[in-house]
């Protein structure tokens, strides 16, 4: 409801700021500026800056179309990469979760050295896994 009361408030706006403006003083030496003129007090008509008239739209192909066109491929390209590299991700992530868990006897190098996993780290790689395929993966 107020979305929309906004919206009707923007977009009435350019008729409202065309309308005649009056300012007057009342007894008590306030300031009013209304739509209407005060009865029986004297009032004068405030000048309101007219809107700037609508720039033209450049050509297709260049200026600024263009370069937003450009920009919008661009941003395109790059949100595709970080979508083909999440799923990457989260091929690799399912596939180490079902070797974690299909295979109690797992090894890793480290330092250039092989050593078996425990089932208690086991168990604490397979909760990380199934963290990251939770946070990163639908």
């Known amino acids: 409801m107020r979305t929309l009361l906004l919206t009707l408030l923007i977009g009435l706006s350019p008729w409202c ?10 007894a008590q030496g306030v300031t009013h500026f209304d739509a209407q003129p005060p009865q029986g007090l004297p009032s004068t008509t405030v000048q309101t800056p007219s809107s700037p008239a609508p720039k033209a739209a450049p050509m297709p192909g260049g200026g600024v179309l263009g370069d937003q066109k450009a920009i919008d491929a661009k941003v395109k390209k790059q949100v595709a990469e970080q979508q083909a590299q999440l799923k990457a991700f989260c091929e690799q992530a399912r596939t180490n979760l079902a070797q974690l868990q299909n295979n109690p006897r797992l090894r890793e190098e480290v330092e250039g050295d092989v050593r078996r996993l425990d089932d208690t780290q086991r168990q604490e790689r397979i909760v990380e896994a199934k963290k990251q395929i939770k946070e990163n993966c639908s």
């Open 17 to 26: 700021s065309a309308a005649q403006i009056y300012k007057w003083v009342d």
